[in-house]
C-alpha cells in the first residue's frame, strides 16, 4: 500500500519548558500559534485490519502555514504530495500518474489541517486530552464531518514538541506515524509548495 493524501501530516514546536506540564490541546495549540513553517524527516507504518504485512515508507515533509504543504516519500517507492495552497497535486511516479484536487475539498477535516490548517481546530474537529502514553501527552482529535474518512486522530506531544501521529480510518486501517529531526520556522523557497506536472503522465482531476 501506498501513501495516500489522507494520511498526509508533521509538526514541531520548540517551547519554553514550562508549556510540558500542559495539556495536549494545549501544547497543540502554542504549537500552531508559534510555527509558520515547518521541516520534518517521518517513518510511516500502516497496519490493515486484516493482520496483512505492515507497510512502511519514509520521507520528508514540509508545512507553510496555512494551506501549504509538501510531503514526499522517499522509500520504498517515490510519491509525492504537494499542496500550494488552492489545489492538492498528487504524483505516483511509479504510475506515471498526477492526481489534482481543490485544497479545500482534500484538507478540510483530514490529519492534513492538523498541521497545515489555520488556526481554527474546533471548526472541524472535537478536540479532548488523551493522557499519557510511550513518553508522550496524547490528544485525540474526532473529525466533526462523517465523510472525513477518519474516525479519530490521535497525536503525541513531548515537551511541546509533536513526535508522532496515529491515525485510525473508516475501514479499520490504522497509520503510525513518527517524526524526527524537526525544523520549526525554517527559510523555505516559494517554489517549494508548487507543482508542474512532467510531460508524458496522466493527469486526474481538476
Known amino acids: 500500500m501506498k501513501f495516500g493524501l489522507k494520511t498526509l501530516l508533521t509538526a514541531t514546536a520548540l517551547l519554553l519548558p514550562h508549556f510540558a506540564i500542559a495539556g495536549a490541546v494545549d501544547q497543540l495549540h502554542r504549537f500552531l500559534q508559534s510555527t509558520r513553517t515547518l521541516k520534518a524527516e517521518f517513518a510511516q507504518i500502516v497496519v490493515a485490519k486484516n493482520g496483512r504485512k505492515p507497510q512502511q515508507s ?14 514526499e516519500i522517499v522509500k520504498p ?3 509525492l504530495i504537494v499542496g500550494d495552497g488552492e489545489k492538492i497535486w498528487i504524483y505516483d511516479q511509479e504510475l506515471q500518474q498526477v492526481t489534482v484536487r ?13 498541521l497545515a490548517g489555520n488556526n481554527d481546530l474546533e471548526k472541524n474537529f472535537t478536540l479532548k486530552d488523551a493522557g ?11 473529525p466533526k464531518n462523517s465523510d472525513s474518512g477518519f474516525d479519530k486522530i490521535r497525536m503525541g506531544f513531548a515537551g511541546g514538541d509533536l513526535k508522532a501521529m496515529e491515525l485510525s480510518d473508516s475501514f479499520g486501517q490504522t497509520t503510525i506515524i513518527s517524526f524526527t529531526r524537526l525544523e520549526r520556522n525554517p527559510a523555505l523557497p516559494a517554489n517549494h509548495f508548487k507543482f508542474t506536472p512532467p510531460a508524458g503522465v496522466d493527469v486526474i482531476g481538476e
Open 77 to 79: 517507492y517515490p510519491q
Open 132 to 142: 499519557n502514553a510511550e513518553g508522550l501527552s496524547w490528544l485525540e482529535a474526532m
Open 102 to 114: 481543490k485544497a479545500g475539498q482534500a484538507i478540510g477535516s483530514s490529519p492534513a489541517a492538523l
Open 58 to 71: 519514509s520521507g520528508i515533509v514540509s508545512i507553510s502555514r496555512p494551506g501549504k504543504l509538501r510531503w
